[in-house]
């Protein structure tokens, strides 16, 4: 590679990684937008400019996997023991347990679906870079486009995976969200956006986040994508969560309502056939996204800590003691 570029890789891992000064900063410094400093560190970390080796125990909860596995439709649990870990901590952890599991979902020939989200983005990162044979890495969820968390938006998130894989890649030419039904049957019959979606039946694996309705806990509501009275509207007509935008209710049924009629996503039953559908979340929001997602079929494997685990056996118990 170019001496020049290599030395630029360096500059700015080096002002992220040795002086502690964030993205944002680095960005107004150096002229360069957010998004592209953010490029520049997964650069440097795939040329090797940077090494990073941190050897956190990633301690199971074997306990809580074998009652989730009994009580769910589930192919296989991983259940972090979370111990004093925040919420950030908590979700690099997550990535890091799921990494070696994905590792061997993802091989050779293999399509890949990925949604979009803060775990996903965890588990993206921590991913070793293994140049595979005829990867295809597929966007499968509408373009979000917040200019508020570029790291983990969906372009983004399908690039560095198609990168880590030595893949291609496809982008789902939509936004998310659009302003009728007509729109969005509309979008669904371009050429272009079907092509995409129609990957859904090549797809061996899916990696999806499991988002949360309530607005605090909401990733779309913070970013701004989905207004308050948007998340309410979703709350009363029943939804706990969503997984690749398809929002389900806690029983796993799929809520349709005309907010959820405007969205441009993959089709729920295409996602549900694709064999291995790993999902990532955990927290205490998520113990009715979880329950929900996995009822529907739109993930059957789950990567969480052992706080959502809990929350989704007590679920699981108040329901059988009514």
């Given at each position: 590679?170019?001496?020049?570029?290599?030395?630029?890789?360096?500059r700015?891992?080096?002002?992220?990684?040795?002086?502690?000064?964030?993205?944002?900063?680095?960005?107004?410094?150096?002229?360069?937008s957010?998004?592209?400093?953010?490029?520049?560190?997964?650069?440097?970390?795939?040329l090797?400019?940077?090494?990073i080796?941190?050897?956190?125990?990633?301690?199971?909860?074997q306990?809580?996997?074998?009652?989730?596995?009994?009580?769910?439709?589930?192919?296989?649990?991983?259940?972090l023991k979370?111990?004093?870990?925040?919420?950030?901590?908590?979700?690099?952890?997550?990535?890091?347990l799921?990494?070696?599991?994905?590792?061997?979902?993802i091989?050779?020939q293999?399509?890949?679906?990925?949604?979009w989200?803060?775990?996903?983005?965890?588990?993206?990162?921590a991913?070793?870079?293994?140049?595979?044979s005829?990867?295809?890495?597929?966007?499968?969820?509408?373009?979000?486009?917040?200019?508020?968390?570029?790291?983990?938006d969906?372009?983004?998130?399908?690039?560095?995976?198609?990168?880590?894989l030595?893949?291609?890649?496809?982008i789902?030419?939509?936004?998310?969200?659009?302003?009728?039904?007509?729109?969005?049957?509309?979008?669904?019959?371009?050429?272009?956006?079907?092509?995409?979606?129609?990957?859904?039946?090549?797809?061996?694996?899916?990696?999806?986040?499991?988002?949360?309705?309530?607005?605090?806990?909401?990733t779309?509501?913070?970013?701004?994508y989905?207004?308050?009275?948007q998340a309410?509207?979703?709350?009363?007509?029943?939804?706990?969560?969503?997984?690749?935008?398809?929002?389900?209710?806690?029983?796993?049924?799929?809520v349709?309502?005309?907010?959820t009629r405007?969205?441009?996503t993959?089709?729920?039953?295409?996602?549900?056939?694709?064999?291995?559908?790993?999902?990532?979340?955990?927290?205490?929001?998520k113990?009715?996204p979880i329950?929900?997602?996995?009822?529907?079929?739109?993930?059957?494997?789950?990567?969480?800590?052992d706080?959502?685990?809990?929350?989704?056996?007590?679920?699981?118990?108040?329901?059988?003691?009514?």
């Amino acid at each position: 590679m170019d001496p020049q570029r290599l030395e630029l890789l360096a500059r700015i891992a080096g002002m992220y990684y040795e002086d502690g000064i964030t993205q944002a900063e680095i960005a107004a410094q150096t002229g360069y937008s957010r998004s592209a400093i953010s490029r520049l560190l997964n650069e440097a970390r795939e040329l090797g400019v940077v090494e990073i080796r941190v050897h956190h125990p990633l301690e199971r909860r074997q306990d809580l996997e074998q009652a989730l596995l009994e009580r769910l439709p589930l192919k296989t649990v991983l259940v972090l023991k979370r111990g004093l870990l925040n919420h950030a901590q908590m979700l690099r952890r997550l990535g890091a347990l799921a990494a070696p599991l994905v590792d061997e979902l993802i091989g050779n020939q293999a399509t890949v679906g990925i949604s979009w989200g803060t775990g996903l983005a965890e588990l993206v990162d921590a991913l070793r870079s293994r140049p595979l044979s005829n990867v295809h890495v597929v966007q499968i969820i509408g373009l979000i486009g917040t200019s508020e968390l570029p790291e983990i938006d969906n372009p983004e998130l399908t690039q560095r995976l198609a990168r880590t894989l030595g893949g291609r890649y496809s982008i789902l030419p939509a936004p998310l969200l659009v302003d009728s039904e007509t729109t969005r049957d509309a979008l669904r019959n371009d050429y272009r956006v079907q092509r995409v979606l129609s990957y859904a039946r090549q797809m061996d694996v899916a990696l999806l986040g499991i988002g949360a309705v309530e607005p605090r806990y909401s990733t779309l509501v913070r970013a701004g994508y989905l207004s308050l009275e948007q998340a309410a509207e979703l709350a009363r007509a029943g939804a706990v969560g969503d997984v690749s935008a398809i929002y389900v209710d806690r029983f796993g049924k799929v809520v349709d309502i005309p907010l959820t009629r405007r969205i441009v996503t993959i089709d729920p039953a295409a996602l549900a056939a694709i064999p291995n559908k790993v999902g990532i979340a955990g927290g205490q929001a998520k113990p009715l996204p979880i329950l929900g997602a996995v009822r529907a079929g739109l993930v059957n494997i789950l990567i969480t800590d052992d706080t959502a685990a809990t929350g989704v056996l007590a679920e699981l118990a108040a329901e059988s003691s009514l």
